[in-house]
């Protein structure tokens, strides 16, 4: 179990790590982008690391601070969001599996909060043929089951941003960062086929893509709750420890 410091920053010491005896790392990859008028710009970060939090708890792994800042250069109309090349994010993942590995933890998961983190998928693809173990998490079969148990109902194409699923986490882990709205901010767009070309704005003027009149803060609570069981299978999957 890993402790945290506000619920974000791990508060480990060298020795608890040493005493854990943690083969597996997890490091929360957020983003720095607009979520619409009701969500805050870090809203990718804090899911990914409520994410990672509740899964430290659960098992025995070395929980990371996060990457606050990543690959959100389809919101750039909007103001405040900010980006870095996944050139540059590849090469930082890549150092910090590295890192890790001297120091004595081989595995790594990564939790990403945020969907254009198209990258994340090429640094795990090339660590299985360099010999590393690397994860990413979570899945779409993890968010499909964690959906379902919670009762979210829109579907994870209509829910891409700023919607159901992503206000209901924050309603549970962190209502104080929503400003006044969400139940009048729904945006329906399922016509993205130009999205990465087009970036955001092209479909939406809020900036917001889903229905987060339909979050609950019950839904966050069942969501987290979800992903955690699923969580389970990658640590026994890196560790060799599968049943």
Known sequence: MSGAVGGVL???TTEDVRARGARVAVLPVGSFEQHGPHL???????IACAVAREAAAAYPVLLLPPLTISCSHEHAAWPGTVSISAATLYAVVRDIAESLRRSGVGALILVNGHGGNYVLRNVVQESHGEG???ALFPGSADWDAARARAGV???AHSDMHAGELETSILL???PELLRPGHESADVTADGRRHLLTLGMDAYTDSGVIGRPSLATAAKGRE???GLVESFGAYVALLTGDEA
């Open 10 to 12: 791990p508060a480990d």
């Open 153 to 155: 109902e829109t579907s």
């Open 40 to 46: 805050p710009l870090v809203t990718d970060t804090v």
């Open 172 to 174: 549970h882990t962190h």
């Open 132 to 134: 590393h173990r690397m």
């Open 223 to 225: 969501l987290l709750a």
